[in-house]
């Protein structure tokens, strides 16, 4: 059997590197031959999660059709957050936890999509639909997926089915979920040495709505006053990234991880602008604006933008 790839989106988070070697483990287990790859080097927070486990990052790829006729895709689905010729190979299986949007294929597949806070979930989830077990160093690195993606449980993305997955990974890894999260999400806030160049871009996906070119980054930090004195590099950061890549609109979500609130800043044009403030219902303040118990970029923030586009 031909190898596939199997990788999540492009600045990969937590939930893309640990799901992607998930996966790849689980279909290996099934039959296929699959190798786990990424779209970026991990960040922080991920390298802490994979060192934490034993795991070493998968290696970085920019082309799969060089080595691949075939991938499988983890925590995303459309086009323009995956691998640059995603047109010239075959997706075989998706699993995500996305809207689904301009995402074709000539043949059939496996794609299960489910509305929870995590994809490793959905994958904790076959792996005991399919009765395989689950290592213990790999149980830690999906607990690590589910525990970043849901803000250690206190996203408003959390459901009932990521709280049992947490409970049974925790246990399998031997680790107490509680102290082992803040520890990891904390690993992940560090900013200090970073630019602010590559702040903006660690996690940053790009969204088409209604035809304009959309970029949404987000930052988890625990102090979040000291993040803002840097907002004027910031701003300046996402302008020159925006004229560089052609946004329309760029925004940057600054999320306190130990209150749950965040505060956004945004560039773009007046249209774009005012397409945000009818979205959250808020004004922009020197392009800034407060967003309270905002968290989730998936649930609370591209949903609106959506419906504001469209209006």
């Not at 059709?65 to 047109?87: G, R, W, Y």
């Not at 246990?171 to 979920?177: P, R």
Request: aromatic content about 8%; proline content about 4%.
């Amino acid at each position: 059997m031909e190898k596939e790839f199997v990788f999540g989106h492009q600045n990969p988070d937590t939930d893309a590197i640990g799901t992607a070697i998930a996966f790849s483990y689980l279909q290996n287990k099934l039959g296929y031959n699959t190798e786990a790859v990424a779209l970026g080097e991990p960040n922080d927070e991920t390298a802490y999660a994979l060192k934490q486990f034993g795991f070493k990052a998968p290696r970085v790829i920019k082309e799969a059709a060089p080595e691949v006729k075939a991938v499988m895709l983890v925590d995303h689905n459309e086009p323009q957050q995956s691998v640059s010729d995603i047109d010239k190979v075959k997706v075989t299986h998706v699993v995500d936890h996305h809207r689904i949007m301009n995402f074709n294929t000539a043949d059939p597949l496996y794609y299960r999509a489910e509305p929870v806070g995590c994809t490793s979930t959905i994958v904790w989830k076959m792996f005991n639909e399919f009765g395989v077990e689950i290592p213990e160093k790999l149980a830690g690195l999906m607990l690590s997926a589910i525990i970043s993606d849901t803000l250690l449980l206190k996203s408003p993305t959390t459901t009932d089915d990521d709280k049992k997955a947490v409970k049974a990974l925790a246990k399998l890894a031997g680790v107490n979920y509680n102290e082992y999260g803040l520890a990891m999400l904390k690993a992940g806030t560090n900013i200090s040495n970073k630019s602010e160049e590559e702040l903006i871009d660690l996690d940053a996906k790009s969204f088409e709505l209604n035809g304009h070119n959309v970029r949404v980054a987000q930052i988890n930090v625990v102090d979040l006053p000291e993040a803002l004195e840097r907002k004027d590099a910031f701003l300046k950061a996402m302008k020159t990234s925006a004229q560089d890549n052609n946004y329309d609109m760029f925004m940057l979500l600054i999320t306190n991880i130990l209150d749950s609130d965040s505060e956004a800043l945004v560039v773009g044009s007046d249209e774009t602008k005012s397409f945000f403030e009818k979205a959250f219902n808020k004004e922009l303040s020197d392009s800034e604006a407060k967003l309270p118990g905002v968290v989730s970029r998936k649930k609370q923030v591209v949903p609106p933008l959506t419906d504001a586009f469209n209006a």
